[in-house]
């Protein structure tokens, strides 16, 4: 897939996995089409993925060409006047418009705001509906009419839309700073405390609905909730399933050059709990001389990361913690949570809270520490208003205590350490009874690491491949997935891509006792050729892994259509 709007993942191959996410949010954008979708927010903490997936559906939606206009503005963290904000939401409207109606990306990337070259960038589309828009904003700059200026902003792309009976999909990034960052005045003095609540009216309009986005949690639902009740479905975005966290493991080792085993992949999906911040943090680590093909590589980078100043995942946690620094920097307040975290697999009381740890401070101080706890993402609101729980988050549990915990009852760090080693060790032993389930993880790791080194070996364990092939260290092997974009669904399970002249490998592969049989050769014969189609390979070999073996005829269609085959085990070794 194409890459219009620039991701801030960086490489467009890191982006991994969020299968059920974009298949969720594509079809409410096909729902769009028919004006029955309602604005969505989705919310979870700090780089979860949330802006990647965003920008990835930008990218889809743009390549679709199809009614829907997509429309992405991030709101900055820093102190803007609502006259300067209105004008850059503005103008990165239809910037983005242009770009989409004329179908060149150049216009993503034009930060000129000249009202004379965006009239003639109207002008030059054809999109002579756009002027007077331009002009009415103009005007009213000019007439200082500031209030004004913002409501033609927020307006505008269901506005515009209607010219042609169109739809946009608005997606407004880190939505929570929209009430903690614009002001009234040019000295940035004056805050414009609600200003979410001007979105009231506009996200009801069903022709351009929002999909908003907030990395702290309790605070922006607690926006939501007061300023725009019942305005927006909630999306949560959790951590990523176990096959796509290993995916995303081995994709980073490899793009990263970490050497990395399908074995350590899966025990670092599950030290993380699949949370996609924490392995592209392991793997992008400062810690010198990674090596996660190792217990002790792996602890090493993960201790770094969770206790040592440089660490990305401790610094990111503390930002979350600075921001309770009023509620959180007494001996009460660290109390409290190391309370909730000792008790995190369940939910407490206020009244529990009070008695247990004997505080002084009176139930309604309690009930406001604890409110302001939940607002800055430090722990979670229980099922009800009285009920409150540690965030379920282990690497959270042990950050906090780190920091903190020695200050209170002597803890140290070692003690924590000491964890990481007793769940890797815990980890490792059921590697075993899951392993069967990502055979094609296995089958990837003997492709990428051993099977160009023992060329006569490998080849001994195919059948019906031509004379003059070899494996070779592949440019890429994945678990392929097409873009959403590519709307009909089309995934094989391995897709291993070859460099130079070298055969491509699209693979199936199957660990069951049933045999392969020949309605699924069809099938996947069906959909290899369109993977080489879509992702432009000529020169590829079709192969079928099966441990329960083939069917006589399912051989022969192989044998008669050019597909290598193996039910050797030892590829599952």
Same mark, same amino acid.
């Given at each position: 897939?194409?890459?219009?709007?620039?991701?801030?993942?960086?490489?467009?191959?890191?982006?991994?996995?969020? #299968?059920?996410? %974009? *298949?969720? /949010?594509? $079809?409410? !954008? @096909?729902?769009?089409?028919?004006?029955?979708? &309602?604005?969505?927010?989705?919310?979870?903490?700090?780089?979860?993925?949330?802006?990647?997936?965003?920008?990835?559906?930008?990218?889809?939606?743009?390549?679709?060409?199809?009614?829907?206009?997509?429309?992405?503005?991030?709101?900055?963290?820093?102190?803007?006047?609502?006259?300067?904000?209105?004008?850059?939401?503005?103008?990165?409207?239809?910037?983005?418009?242009?770009?989409?109606?004329?179908?060149?990306?150049?216009?993503?990337?034009?930060?000129?705001?000249?009202?004379?070259?965006?009239?003639?960038?109207?002008? #030059?589309?054809? %999109? *002579?509906? /756009?002027? $007077?828009? !331009? @002009?009415?904003?103009?005007?009213?700059?000019? &007439?200082?009419?500031?209030?004004?200026?913002?409501?033609?902003?927020?307006?505008?792309?269901?506005?515009?839309?209607?010219?042609?009976?169109?739809?946009?999909?608005?997606?407004?990034?880190?939505?929570?700073?929209?009430?903690?960052?614009?002001?009234?005045?040019?000295?940035?003095?004056?805050?414009?405390?609600?200003?979410?609540?001007?979105?009231?009216?506009?996200?009801?309009?069903?022709?351009?609905?929002?999909?908003?986005?907030?990395?702290?949690?309790?605070?922006?639902?607690?926006?939501?909730?007061?300023?725009?009740?019942?305005?927006?479905?909630?999306?949560?975005?959790?951590?990523?399933?176990?096959?796509?966290?290993?995916?995303?493991?081995?994709?980073?080792?490899?793009?990263?050059?970490?050497?990395?085993?399908?074995?350590?992949?899966?025990?670092?999906?599950?030290?993380?709990?699949?949370?996609?911040?924490?392995?592209?943090?392991?793997?992008?680590?400062?810690?010198?001389?990674?090596?996660?093909?190792?217990?002790?590589?792996?602890?090493?980078?993960?201790?770094?990361?969770?206790?040592?100043?440089?660490?990305?995942?401790?610094?990111?946690?503390?930002?979350?913690?600075?921001?309770?620094?009023?509620?959180?920097?007494?001996?009460?307040?660290?109390?409290?949570?190391?309370?909730?975290?000792?008790?995190?697999?369940?939910?407490?009381?206020?009244?529990?809270?009070?008695?247990?740890?004997?505080?002084?401070?009176?139930?309604?101080?309690?009930?406001?520490?604890?409110?302001?706890?939940?607002?800055?993402?430090?722990?979670?609101?229980?099922?009800?208003?009285?009920?409150?729980?540690?965030?379920?988050?282990?690497?959270?549990?042990?950050?906090?205590?780190?920091?903190?915990?020695?200050?209170?009852?002597?803890?140290?760090?070692?003690?924590?350490?000491?964890?990481?080693?007793?769940?890797?060790?815990?980890?490792?032993?059921?590697?075993?009874?899951?392993?069967?389930?990502?055979?094609?993880?296995?089958?990837?790791?003997?492709?990428?690491?051993?099977?160009?080194?023992?060329?006569?070996?490998?080849?001994?364990?195919?059948?019906?491949?031509?004379?003059?092939?070899?494996?070779?260290?592949?440019?890429?092997?994945?678990?392929?997935?097409?873009?959403?974009?590519?709307?009909?669904?089309?995934?094989?399970?391995?897709?291993?891509?070859?460099?130079?002249?070298?055969?491509?490998?699209?693979?199936?592969?199957?660990?069951?006792?049933?045999?392969?049989?020949?309605?699924?050769?069809?099938?996947?014969?069906?959909?290899?050729?369109?993977?080489?189609?879509?992702?432009?390979?000529?020169?590829?070999?079709?192969?079928?892994?099966?441990?329960?073996?083939?069917?006589?005829?399912?051989?022969?269609?192989?044998?008669?259509?050019?597909?290598?085959?193996?039910?050797?085990?030892?590829?599952?070794?």
């Amino acid at each position: 897939m194409h890459i219009y709007l620039k991701e801030k993942i960086g490489n467009p191959a890191l982006f991994t996995g969020r #299968k059920k996410e %974009l *298949d969720s /949010l594509l $079809k409410w !954008i @096909e729902k769009i089409k028919l004006e029955i979708s &309602k604005s969505k927010a989705i919310i979870s903490r700090r780089k979860t993925g949330k802006s990647a997936l965003m920008q990835r559906l930008f990218n889809i939606v743009f390549e679709q060409n199809d009614k829907v206009v997509p429309f992405y503005f991030e709101i900055k963290e820093y102190h803007q006047w609502i006259g300067d904000f209105s004008k850059q939401f503005f103008f990165a409207f239809i910037h983005q418009y242009l770009a989409f109606q004329s179908r060149n990306p150049e216009y993503l990337n034009y930060y000129v705001h000249t009202y004379a070259m965006l009239k003639t960038s109207a002008k #030059k589309e054809g %999109l *002579d509906y /756009l002027v $007077k828009h !331009i @002009e009415y904003f103009e005007y009213s700059e000019n &007439k200082g009419e500031v209030d004004l200026l913002w409501e033609i902003a927020r307006e505008s792309p269901r506005t515009i839309a209607q010219y042609k009976d169109e739809r946009v999909l608005q997606m407004i990034d880190e939505f929570q700073f929209i009430n903690r960052y614009i002001f009234r005045d040019q000295a940035c003095k004056d805050r414009i405390s609600e200003l979410a609540g001007s979105y009231l009216h506009t996200a009801e309009y069903k022709n351009a609905p929002l999909l908003v986005s907030g990395s702290w949690v309790g605070w922006l639902m607690d926006d939501l909730n007061k300023m725009l009740p019942g305005r927006f479905t909630i999306y949560d975005f959790n951590n990523m399933p176990k096959h796509e966290a290993i995916e995303m493991a081995l994709n980073y080792a490899e793009i990263e050059q970490i050497p990395t085993t399908y074995k350590t992949a899966c025990i670092i999906a599950d030290l993380t709990e699949g949370n996609p911040f924490y392995i592209s943090t392991l793997f992008q680590s400062e810690y010198p001389d990674k090596n996660f093909s190792t217990e002790k590589g792996i602890l090493d980078t993960l201790n770094f990361e969770t206790f040592d100043k440089r660490g990305m995942i401790l610094g990111t946690w503390m930002e979350y913690i600075g921001s309770a620094t009023d509620r959180i920097n007494d001996i009460n307040g660290k109390k409290i949570i190391l309370y909730l975290c000792k008790n995190k697999d369940k939910e407490v009381t206020r009244d529990e809270i009070q008695n247990d740890l004997k505080l002084s401070m009176k139930n309604g101080e309690l009930e406001k520490r604890l409110k302001a706890f939940v607002k800055s993402d430090i722990i979670n609101q229980g099922t009800t208003d009285f009920d409150y729980q540690a965030v379920q988050d282990n690497i959270f549990d042990k950050v906090f205590r780190g920091m903190y915990q020695k200050e209170i009852d002597g803890f140290t760090p070692e003690k924590i350490k000491n964890e990481y080693r007793v769940l890797y060790k815990k980890l490792q032993g059921e590697y075993n009874k899951y392993k069967g389930e990502f055979s094609e993880y296995v089958i990837m790791n003997h492709l990428k690491h051993r099977a160009y080194k023992q060329n006569d070996f490998y080849i001994s364990m195919m059948n019906n491949l031509p004379d003059d092939f070899k494996f070779v260290e592949y440019f890429s092997i994945w678990s392929y997935s097409a873009s959403p974009a590519y709307k009909k669904d089309l995934q094989v399970d391995i897709l291993a891509t070859a460099k130079d002249d070298a055969y491509s490998l699209v693979g199936e592969v199957k660990n069951r006792k049933t045999k392969f049989s020949l309605k699924e050769a069809k099938t996947f014969l069906t959909k290899a050729s369109d993977v080489k189609q879509l992702e432009n390979v000529s020169k590829a070999i079709v192969f079928v892994f099966s441990a329960g073996g083939f069917y006589q005829n399912t051989i022969r269609f192989f044998n008669d259509n050019g597909i290598a085959w193996s039910d050797d085990k030892r590829f599952l070794e």
